[in-house]
């Protein structure tokens, strides 16, 4: 089992910053991949970005070149940095982590609010 705590989230203007973090607790050296999706009220949750344990990221293509995932595996750590926010941006974002063994595990969410 994995335990997954997210903090960072908040009230920005377009056009402004944050950073979201993850604290990963547990069985932790069974995490293969840490990243992060989003829901937005009424659509569903989406995969915003994935890291790899050797440092390969994956983007959706509404966010490459304004966030940046990252992690710090000494520490139990994924990172993500969002910049150029916009309203569309607006949702609960959940930090995730996939095991080795298959397993998927979500933090409780935490809301980004994006105002224009």
């Known amino acids: 089992q994995v335990q997954l705590v997210e903090s960072g989230g908040g009230l920005v203007q377009a056009g402004g910053s944050l950073r979201l973090s993850c604290a990963a607790s547990?069985?932790?050296?069974?995490?293969?991949?840490m990243g992060w999706h989003r829901q937005a009220p009424g659509k569903q949750r989406e995969l915003v970005a994935r890291?790899?344990?050797?440092?390969?990221?994956n983007y959706a293509d509404s966010v490459k070149g304004r966030f940046t995932c990252s992690r710090d595996n000494a520490k139990n750590m994924v990172y993500l940095q969002m910049n150029s926010l916009k309203p569309e941006d607006t949702a609960v974002y959940y930090c995730?982590?996939?095991?080795?063994?298959?397993?998927?595990?979500w933090g409780q969410g935490t809301q980004v609010t994006v105002s224009s």
């Open positions: 995730y982590v996939h095991a080795y063994y298959g397993g998927d595990y």
């Open positions: 547990g069985s932790v050296r069974s995490i293969d991949v």
């Open positions: 890291i790899t344990n050797d440092g390969s990221t």
